[in-house]
Nanobody
Framework: QVQLVESGGGSVQAGGSLSLSCDYSGYPYSFCSMDWFRQAPGKEREGVAY???????VYGDSVKGRFTISKDSGKKTLYLQMNSLKPEDTAIYYC????????????WGQGTQVTVSS
């Protein structure tokens, strides 16, 4: 059974940095992609960063140049480095794994809260 566990959320002032981690287990193959999403109160969930099995990275427009997605396969951990944080980055951040490229179905972590104060 695939499990994703996020950590590293917290509170920070605008302009600061946070690093999120997502430990994954239970899947012996390469994921089609591993991604970060976020959901702010009253808003729909949005994609933040995507990392496919070939190493290609895609970022949402609102985080380009500020956030970096990476993965350590040996540690089975996905990371999201967030710099120059803004109050509008406040949200619950979710790690997600897309097992197969033939489907859009993802496995989700429980989420971790990030709060950025002005």
């Amino acid at each position: 059974q695939v499990q994703l566990v996020e950590s590293g959320g917290g509170s920070v002032q605008a302009g600061g940095s946070l690093s999120l981690s997502c430990d994954y287990s239970g899947y012996p193959y390469s994921f089609c992609s591993m991604d970060w999403f976020r959901q702010a109160p009253g808003k729909e969930r949005e994609g933040v960063a995507y990392l496919d099995s070939g190493g290609s990275k895609v970022y949402g427009d609102s985080v380009k140049g500020r956030f970096t997605i990476s993965k350590d396969s040996g540690k089975k951990t996905l990371y999201l480095q967030m710099n120059s944080l803004k109050p509008e980055d406040t949200a619950i951040y979710y790690c997600a794994a897309r097992l197969l490229c033939s489907t859009s179905t993802r496995i989700w972590g429980q989420g971790t809260q990030v709060t950025v104060s002005s």
